[in-house]
């Protein structure tokens, strides 16, 4: 079945300190896939998409076929990165969610 | 365009209640999806509706409907609600045309049960 996982619930990482939010995918085709952030008191949004290959807030995310990744990066973490990421895959017609990681920059 | 909007933000119920949540789509976004999201279990999918049919569904017993409407408008309904419903409900919206599944979200409503 298809599944998409983030092992990491919480993450906490210092402020200038590179960040990279795991998430692994299964599946066989070729997915489609995101990184969604939920900022406190804000409504969940998408960050960025595979297929687009851009840098939003700083943030990147290669999709790795051999091992099926899609983790996203930051070089410098920022305190205003503090929120909730969420992967998702999305094929035939059906999207799914991994279960989240919190990240929580220190000052 | 406006976004996807969720009535009511904020509800009370007691258990065995039952309670009606109201999601207006993004105009022209033909797929809505309903999700539970709680701090303990991240964000679970529970039904998507396409042109008022269902097309997806996650692992939610049968208290747990919706439907939508010909103008995309979507409800979901939970019956003889339980403790274990405290949550945010989150509505998406979706072109889901041409390959596109990226989801619109809304505000949510903070369902509470006492």
């Known amino acids: 079945a298809q599944r998409v996982t983030q092992p990491e619930k919480l993450l906490s990482v210092f402020k200038g300190a590179p960040v990279e939010l795991k998430c692994n995918y299964s599946y066989s085709g070729s997915p489609e896939l995101f990184w969604y952030v939920q900022y406190s008191r804000q409504r969940l949004q998408l960050l960025l998409r595979h297929i687009s290959r851009e840098s939003i807030k700083g943030f990147t995310a290669d999709l790795n076929k051999g091992e099926t990744s899609f983790h996203l990066k930051k070089p410098f973490a920022q305190e205003e990165d503090s929120a909730m990421y969420y992967c998702?895959?999305?094929?035939?017609?059906?999207?799914?969610f991994g279960k989240g990681t919190r990240l929580h920059i220190l000052p | 365009k406006a976004g996807v909007t969720q009535t009511p933000r904020y509800l009370i119920k007691t258990r065995g209640q039952q309670v009606t949540l109201s999601c207006s789509p993004i105009?022209?976004?033909?797929?809505v999806s309903w999700y539970q999201q709680t701090p303990g279990q991240g964000l679970q999918f529970l039904f998507e509706y396409f042109s008022e049919t269902q097309r997806n569904k996650g692992n939610f017993p049968g208290r747990f409907s919706g439907r939508q409407f010909s103008n995309s408008r979507s409800e979901m309904n939970v019956s003889t609600l339980e403790l274990g419903d405290s949550a945010l409900y989150l509505c998406?919206?979706?072109?889901?045309?041409?390959?596109?599944?990226?989801?619109?979200f809304g505000p949510g409503t903070r369902l509470t049960v006492t």
């Open positions: 998406a919206s979706s072109p889901s045309t041409g390959g596109s599944y990226e989801q619109y």
């Open positions: 105009s022209g976004h033909r797929s």
């Open positions: 998702a895959l999305a094929r035939d017609d059906k999207i799914i």
